[in-house]
């Protein structure tokens, strides 16, 4: 079964960091590429960051670039975001979801997701 | 950045009911315009990716249509497990894509 499994939310106060976690197995997690994908409570979904499959091509929205870094380690089949300077916006459900084909980019499967919560 | 556009924002229909969600873009992408289905608590689920084609497992009763700016979502018979908020997504400025703001569809 393909599966994505998000772990390392929790509660952080403003400026602080934490670095999330997503476990792939099910197929071949080296030949994907990946992205992170987060949900504010009750809003919409808003893309934070890709990674390509060899890690040599990574994106980011301009809402989190110079503060998050997303990396994937392939032989621990792992995706990575260490998020640094964390803000209350950045309060959101925070989902990993693999990029079925690199340059059409629909995403399947996503994560459960993780909650990150940004409070003093 | 491309701009995605859902109506309505909301929607309330009866099980057995057609249903039809709209998505326009701020410019041309093309075909490419996916869907997705969210319940509350789970992460979204693909159901329609490249304007038309349904994702395995998804059942036939789903169906996306449109080119260009405008697009479609289409439940033909509702189901009581349909009611759920819908998403389209476009993948035309991959990696860089963005999402429309939803569509809740309630039963009345």
């Known amino acids: 079964e393909v599966q994505l499994v998000e772990s390392g939310g929790g509660l952080v106060q403003p400026g602080g960091s934490l670095r999330l976690s997503c476990a792939a197995s099910g197929f071949t997690f080296s030949s994907y590429s990946m992205n992170w994908v987060r949900q504010a409570p009750g809003k919409g979904l808003e893309w934070v960051s890709y990674i390509s499959s060899s890690s040599s091509t990574i994106y980011y929205a301009d809402s989190v670039k110079g503060r998050f870094t997303i990396s994937r380690d392939n032989a621990k089949n792992s995706l990575y975001l260490q998020m640094n300077s964390l803000r209350d916006e950045d309060t959101a459900v925070y989902y990993c979801a693999r990029q079925v084909v690199a340059a059409t980019g629909w995403f399947d499967p996503w994560g459960q997701g993780t909650l990150v919560t940004v409070s003093s | 950045d491309i701009q995605m556009t859902q109506s309505p924002s909301s929607l309330s229909a009866s099980v057995g009911d057609r249903v039809t969600i709209t998505c326009r873009a701020s410019q041309s992408i093309s075909s490419y315009l996916n869907w997705y289905q969210q319940k509350p608590g789970k992460a979204p689920k693909l159901l329609i990716y490249?304007?038309?084609s349904l994702q395995s497992g998804v059942p036939s009763r789903f169906s996306g249509s449109g080119s260009g700016t405008d697009f479609t979502l289409t439940i033909s018979s509702l189901q009581p497990e349909d009611f759920a908020t819908y998403y389209c997504q476009q993948s035309y400025s991959t990696p860089r894509i963005t999402f429309g703001q939803g569509t809740r569809l309630e039963i009345k």
């Open positions: 490249a304007a038309s």
